[in-house]
């Protein structure tokens, strides 16, 4: 069946992905590469193509030298601890078989990922009965294509830092943690902000200041 493959911006992701597409395709599976995009994204489009699984590779806030994977399941759940560890048996136990050659499974590339999971949000949150400032700190990561213009078409006044994507996060580490998110926290106070949100690296957690 197929399976839904995507990566955050670290600077391994891509090579990783590839990696994980081969194994995938090796196997007898369709990989749909939906590319860079948010995790709640990803797994939004896994369980809408009604795909039989989807694999992200992503650090998520974690430092920038460290990646890995996150499986999830048609209905765009991640994989349980056990689910994980059956997972892991039949990698280490190198328990998988690859098909023959007429059986190698294709690779599709999806666009507009974040687009449609953005709409999705906005059909079913309505618009601020007033404007509120909002500013976004993004890590440089994959929230940056997601958050600030969903919360600009829902009325807000958006400021955003660190949203920029780059895998190296030059802005701080991808740890929305109170030590990472100083410079921030003084921005919200500086600019007047109402509410400040700060991402991790693949936008699968938030702190609200």
């Not at 995507?6 to 369709?30: F, I, V, W």
């Not at 059986?103 to 059909?123: C, D, F, P, Q």
Request: aromatic letters at 6%; charged letters at 25%; hydrophobic letters at 35%.
């Amino acid at each position: 069946g197929e399976v839904v493959v995507a990566s955050d911006a670290r600077t391994s992701s891509e090579a990783l992905k590839k990696a994980l597409s081969s194994g995938l395709m090796s196997a007898g599976c369709a990989v749909a590469d939906i590319g860079l995009v948010a995790l709640p994204a990803f797994a939004y489009t896994t369980r809408e193509r009604k795909a039989r699984a989807g694999a992200i590779v992503t650090g998520s806030h974690n430092p920038p030298q460290d990646n890995g994977l996150k499986c999830y399941d048609r209905r765009g759940m991640e994989y349980t601890p056990r689910e994980e560890e059956v997972l892991e048996g039949l990698i280490f136990n190198e328990q998988y078989k690859p098909v023959d050659w007429k059986k190698v499974g294709n690779r599709s590339y999806i666009a507009n990922t974040n687009e449609e999971y953005a709409e999705a949000i906005l059909r079913q949150v309505p618009k601020m009965e007033r404007e509120i400032k909002v500013l976004v700190d993004c890590a440089n990561g994959t929230a940056s294509n997601v958050t600030p213009i969903i919360l600009s078409k829902l009325g807000c006044k958006v400021f955003t830092i660190n949203s920029s994507i780059d895998g190296t996060f030059p802005g701080r580490l991808p740890e929305p943690s109170p030590e990472n998110l100083r410079n921030t926290c003084r921005l919200v106070r500086e600019i007047k902000a109402d509410i400040g949100i700060a991402h991790d690296g693949d936008a699968d957690r938030l702190t609200v200041i």
